[in-house]
């Protein structure tokens, strides 16, 4: 059974960096799309970074790109996203999320992943 557990959130100030971490288990995520999505209060889930199943990647959502890392440990099953320059609008939960089925055009849709995290909260205080 796939399990996927986040850490690293935290509450932080503006221009402050953050290292989320995902860690799965039960699953060989070297063919997974492996990807983390956020949810901010009264908000959808949003796309945030991904790798494709196929390994190809990393892509971005376009708020994010340039201060916004995703990589990965696929020996240790575990993918990471380093924030850095946050602001108050990358305030929310954010999830891990892995497929082994979404294609890379579903690839920023949340409906298209099937195991998720837990869910870490971020804060950035302006």
């Known amino acids: 059974q796939v399990h996927l557990v986040e850490s690293g959130g935290g509450l932080v100030q503006t221009g402050d960096s953050l290292r989320l971490s995902c860690a799965g288990s039960?699953?060989?995520?070297?063919?997974?799309?492996k990807a983390w999505f956020r949810q901010a209060p009264g908000k959808e889930r949003e796309f945030v970074a991904a790798?494709?199943?196929?390994?190809?990647?990393?892509y971005y959502e376009d708020s994010v790109k340039g201060r916004f890392t995703l990589s990965r440990n696929n020996t240790k099953n575990m993918w990471y996203l380093q924030m850095n320059s946050l602001l108050p609008e990358d305030t929310a939960v954010y999830y891990c999320?892995?497929?082994?089925?979404?294609?890379?055009?579903?690839?920023?849709?949340?409906?298209?992943?099937?195991?998720w995290g837990q869910g870490t909260q971020v804060a950035v205080s302006s």
């Open positions: 790798f494709a199943r196929t390994g190809t990647g990393p």
């Open positions: 999320a892995a497929s082994s089925t979404v294609i890379l055009s579903a690839l920023r849709s949340a409906a298209a992943f099937g195991y």
């Open positions: 039960g699953g060989t995520f070297r063919n997974y799309a």
